[in-house]
């Protein structure tokens, strides 16, 4: 027996005679996510689930890569609209379930003015379009862009349903990203910014900024959709199930989100 035969078949013996081991759940996430995922990370793992390679963007985005053959296993949508295309599309097992429902917030660095009450909660926006018609300044007014991120869609909503929408023009500074807009949001330039109360809440933002919520009724609901693609692995599907339990629940509150109503969770 050559060389290269017999080391053909030590490579056999020894990958029938160990245990597959499952590899890391490749997952793409909402950027809502990025501070509640490593936790909801943590814990799965401690109880016995595999790695996972995480990535963060706007939901719109990742809808398109997903559609283009980008190889995740897992997508946490920031809204359902990105999950129920894929699905309809045939790019997902199928539609998935709402694992949380998001709020946004008006996030400003202390000192920056007067922080809104959650009544006028737009009131510092209003009053960062009456500086600049008053020729005394551009103080900046972040959100993620309404064009891929769900965050930024309720943000316009929100200034739209304030009649703010168009006055606010020449002050709004886009972030691809949820994420990317609260940062904006504190730089020094300005005013402040709508963003996901969960990136509020997390300790390294929340110690750099004053945070209003944003009444619900002010844009439309942010129920977040996940759902599996097609050939995911037993990896993501264990942390898909883990989703859903209670302990992951209860760690996704602490950032801010809601639970899904029993009739949220149904996948349609």
Known sequence: MTAVLRLALTAWLLAIASPAIAGPATVAAASSLQFAFPELIERFRAQGGAPVRINYGASGNFRRQIAQGAPFELFLSADEKSVLALDEAGFTEDAGVVYAVGRLAWIQPPGRGALPSEEDALAAVEAAIATHRAGEGRPRVALANPEHAPYGIAARQAL????LWEGSAPLRVMGENVSQAAR???????????????????PTLAERAEVVLIPADRHAPLRQRMALMPGAGESARALYA???????????????????????????
């Open 242 to 268: 883990w989703l859903q339990g209670e302990e992951a629940r209860e760690i996704l509150a602490r950032f801010g989100f809601q639970p899904p109503t029993l009739t949220q969770t149904d996948a349609r």
């Open 160 to 163: 739209q349903q304030a009649g």
């Open 184 to 202: 904006f949001a504190l730089a020094d330039e300005a005013r402040g910014g709508l963003v996901a109360y969960s990136l509020a809440l997390a």
